[in-house]
């Protein structure tokens, strides 16, 4: 299959309105295993470290009949070697990881093209944020991307902002940090115009907010339908708040519901988004749509763990095309019945079991 029949195949697959995009149905996972085993075989051929990997494990496109039989790529391994279908150079587009869990180095992800990445974006962020309306006016803690052109994230909120936003959204930070003079006129505004509003951001970038609005002795009480959206975690930050504690304090600073206090997670290694339907408990259940799917694993043998029961999350991303599709992350969680739920970072044996999927995949990857 040619990469253009790929990005026309998925391009399908993602806007499908039928019984394709039932998440869990049989001709959902049925459509959702061809077209990840086509894309197994086309990553076989193209990527060569990934190819080596695979071979090493024993799998190649004769034996691998399921989309859950694709061997896991560990996420840190898009740090030390190039993983394209494309030649680097070819890839127009080039996201960088934050380079927060190992200091100085970012992994990178290549992308022939962006037309996948934006419609799974777009009908994400609208299936799971703001289905319940066409727009809102937002304001976007986060730089644009003119700013950061090599972040998925800041790519993420400027096709919010282009897809989903009133003509008045607005980015209130930059590089010297949160225009607070600008942002908090904006949410006196949609206070008096009873105009629904959406704040969305990095996690961390709300701690300086709340901070700020502390020291200022103000609080909002924002109108009904808006919203507060947040990605990322706080990884190494040392003053971090705990889940509980996090939103509770932006939902009485903000006046908005917890179950209107909306977690994205996502990352650099993927190009789809998971989500949850507020934060009234933590951790939150967390969803993704029908072109992606999620397994806990034992990070040592690749196997499945039943519900309940601690690992490390494995994704299987269909619009992640050109790299690869299936990884191994290094987040900790448990399986629930209509999702999974995020534990924080993998430590003691699954930690370990990380490594050593590093480990072994960058020694098969370069033999």
């Keep these: 299959m040619t990469q253009e029949k790929i990005i026309e195949t998925l391009l399908d697959f993602i806007v499908a309105d039928d019984e394709r995009a039932i998440v869990g149905s049989t001709t959902s996972n049925e459509v959702f295993n061809e077209i990840a085993l086509e894309l197994y075989r086309y990553q076989y051929s193209f990527n060569d470290p990934f190819r080596h990997f695979s071979s090493q494990r024993g799998r190649t496109p004769r034996t691998v009949k399921s989309w859950q039989d694709i061997p896991l790529v560990p996420i840190n391994a898009f740090k030390k070697l190039c993983l394209s279908c494309c030649r680097p150079d ?3 587009y080039v996201f960088t990881t934050s380079g927060t869990t190992e200091t100085g180095v970012k992994g990178k992800s290549y992308h022939s093209s962006l037309d996948v990445y934006d419609a799974s974006m777009t009908r994400g962020f609208k299936e799971f944020f703001i289905a319940d309306r066409d727009s809102i006016e937002m304001s976007v803690l986060y730089p644009s991307e003119e700013v950061m052109p090599n972040s998925s994230l800041a790519h993420y909120f400027s096709l919010a902002i282009k897809n989903f936003g009133t003509p008045q959204s607005a980015y209130v930070m930059n590089h010297e940090g949160i225009d607070f003079e600008a942002l908090f006129e904006r949410l006196n505004e949609a206070e008096v115009n009873k105009e629904p509003h ?3 951001g990095a996690s961390y970038s709300y701690i300086p907010l709340l901070e700020e609005m502390r020291a200022r002795e103000i609080s909002f009480s924002l109108p009904a339908g808006s919203r507060l959206f947040d990605t990322g975690g ?17 939902s009485r600073a903000f006046g908005v519901p917890r179950d209107m206090c909306i977690n994205m997670y996502g990352m650099t290694e993927l190009s789809t988004q998971f989500y949850d339907q507020g934060n009234v408990v933590c951790p939150s259940v967390k969803f993704g749509p029908h072109w992606i799917k999620t397994r806990v694993v034992n990070p040592v043998t690749g196997r499945e763990l039943p519900q309940g029961e601690r690992g490390v999350l494995a994704h299987c991303d269909l619009a992640h095309f050109n790299i690869v599709t299936s990884i191994l992350t290094e987040d900790a969680g448990i399986a629930t019945a209509d999702g999974f739920k995020i534990l ?14 590093v480990e072994e995949f960058l020694n098969a990857a370069q033999t």
Excluded: E, H, V
């Design 344 to 357: 924080g970072r993998a430590d003691g044996n699954d930690a370990r079991g990380c490594s050593m999927a």
């Design 90 to 92: 070819d890839a127009p």
């Design 198 to 200: 959406a704040l969305l």
């Design 234 to 250: 706080f990884k190494t930050k040392s003053n971090a708040p705990t889940l509980d504690d996090f939103y509770t304090d932006i």
